[in-house]
Nanobody
Framework: QVQLAESGGGLVQAGGSLRLSCAASISIFSSNVMAWYRQAPGKQRDLVATITRSGDTNYADSVKGRFTISRDNAKNTMYLQMNSLKPEDTAVYYC???????????????WGQGTQVTVSS
């Protein structure tokens, strides 16, 4: 079974920084696209950033210039560096992999359990 585990969330003041990690229980090399999403209370889950296997990245307009997504295939880990945080960045952050390959099968649309980020004003 595949597991994605987010960490690094917490409480930070506006203008501060956090670095989220998403550690996979297996190699992430097989994934084409990995992503960070976030969900604020009472709102839908929104896409924050994506990164392809080759390292191409895309960001939501709301985080461009402030957040940086990266992945380390050797460590089976994806990251989200968040700078200049704003209260509106407060949400549960989830990592996602489009597909992951174990020795026996593919797993599709894999999600972590989420990590809370709270930005105080």
């Amino acid at each position: 079974q595949v597991q994605l585990a987010e960490s690094g969330g917490g409480l930070v003041q506006a203008g501060g920084s956090l670095r989220l990690s998403c550690a996979a229980s297996i190699s992430i090399f097989s994934s084409n696209v990995m992503a960070w999403y976030r969900q604020a209370p009472g709102k839908q889950r929104d896409l924050v950033a994506t990164i392809t296997r080759s390292g191409d990245t895309n960001y939501a307009d709301s985080v461009k210039g402030r957040f940086t997504i990266s992945r380390d295939n050797a460590k089976n880990t994806m990251y989200l560096q968040m700078n200049s945080l704003k209260p509106e960045d407060t949400a549960v952050y989830y990592c996602n992999a489009d597909r992951l390959l174990t020795r026996s099968r593919w797993y599709y649309d894999c999600w972590g359990q989420g990590t809370q980020v709270t930005v105080s004003s």
